[in-house]
């Protein structure tokens, strides 16, 4: 959506510019040079390739006449960063994964495996909002770190829910006829620690990036989610989850995309107040 909106901001910015330039052929009251350049949230327009860049913020949105056609592309304005020589990190940016479970420990329960997953349907998203970078060796070495939020989804396969009793994390089995779903949910403020190591590759046009580390994380909020028919019961008691939970995280990707893996240090429920399992991500970052 957010491509599609430049997109269309670029369009009308172009197509006021070509306007104005008739107007002023017509009227010969205004002179347009050659080539036109503007601070921050600019335009730019090219001769030589017909070219209007409409640049908000860091990012480019390109409107590109020539004999094939008009193309547009929009994409992350490299300019400023490219000549700062400054460490530039990948934290910043939304991901998405898959969420599983790994060992699983039923023991203390008389049913077995009421949390087992549906993994197709059990997703994270995160969304990495603020960055800091500190440069050990030029721009090719730092240290990461930075603030995120991350939703969790876990979708149950099996017919049942939880609640919190008086010990412990009890499982409630749905009797429901219509049931189409039901899952807990847990989110997050993250900080990351990472480390990150940056490899020029295609003549220095774009940079191979691997970090590794640990994300801290504060649960701020948990519910389950029970859907029968058009009906939708929700529970937000709090089942014993760990208020905090730390995470290995690695990460390797290109430019502005990555594939990560997160593996949870801590338990995701309280010791002794529920089932034993460690949670664990596989997914993919776009990079801002």
């Known amino acids: 959506?957010?491509?599609?909106?430049?997109?269309?901001?670029?369009?009308?910015?172009?197509?006021?510019?070509?306007k104005a330039q008739q107007i002023s052929a017509n009227t010969n009251s205004l002179t347009v040079s050659?080539?036109?350049?503007?601070?921050?949230?600019?335009?730019?327009?090219?001769?030589?390739?017909?070219?209007?860049?409409?640049?908000?913020?860091?990012?480019?949105v390109k409107v590109i006449e020539n004999e094939d056609g008009t193309e547009i592309r929009w994409g992350k304005d490299k300019h400023k960063k490219d000549k700062s020589g400054r460490f530039n990190g990948h934290w910043e940016g939304i991901e998405f994964g898959?969420?599983?479970?790994?060992?699983?420990?039923?023991?203390?329960?008389?049913?077995?495996?009421?949390?087992?997953?549906?993994?197709?349907k059990s997703m994270e998203f995160?969304?990495?909002?603020?960055?800091?970078?500190?440069?050990?060796?030029?721009?090719?070495?730092?240290?990461?770190?930075?603030?995120?939020?991350?939703?969790?989804?876990?979708?149950?396969e099996n017919p049942y829910t939880i609640a919190r009793g008086t010990e412990r994390t009890e499982p409630v089995l749905i009797e429901y006829d219509n049931?189409?779903?039901t899952k807990l949910a847990v989110s997050y403020l993250t900080v990351p620690l990472l480390l990150e190591f940056q490899i020029p590759v295609n003549q220095n046009e774009g940079r191979l990036?691997?970090?590794?580390?640990?994300?801290?994380?504060?649960?701020?909020?948990?519910?389950?989610?029970?859907?029968?028919?058009?009906?939708?019961?929700?529970?937000?008691s709090g089942f014993n989850i760990n208020s905090f939970k730390y995470?290995?995280?690695?990460?390797?990707?290109y430019k502005d995309v990555s594939l990560f893996a997160n593996y949870s240090l801590t338990p995701l429920f309280q010791s002794g107040k529920g089932p034993e399992l460690t949670p664990f991500t596989i997914g993919i970052s776009f990079l801002d």
């Open 1 to 18: 959506m957010k491509q599609f909106i430049l997109s269309l901001v670029a369009v009308a910015v172009f197509t006021f510019n070509l």
């Open 179 to 181: 049931l189409s779903k």
């Open 209 to 236: 990036h691997i970090n590794a580390g640990l994300i801290g994380g504060v649960k701020i909020g948990s519910h389950t989610k029970v859907k029968h028919g058009d009906v939708k019961d929700k529970d937000r």
């Open 34 to 60: 050659d080539e036109t350049i503007l601070v921050q949230d600019t335009i730019e327009q090219s001769n030589d390739e017909d070219t209007t860049i409409v640049r908000i913020g860091k990012k480019d």
């Open 98 to 120: 898959f969420n599983a479970f790994d060992k699983p420990d039923y023991s203390m329960y008389a049913e077995k495996d009421f949390m087992s997953l549906n993994q197709g």
């Open 126 to 156: 995160d969304l990495n909002f603020y960055e800091l970078n500190i440069g050990l060796a030029k721009s090719y070495v730092g240290l990461v770190s930075g603030m995120g939020l991350s939703f969790n989804s876990y979708r149950f």
């Open 247 to 253: 995470s290995a995280t690695a990460r390797v990707g």
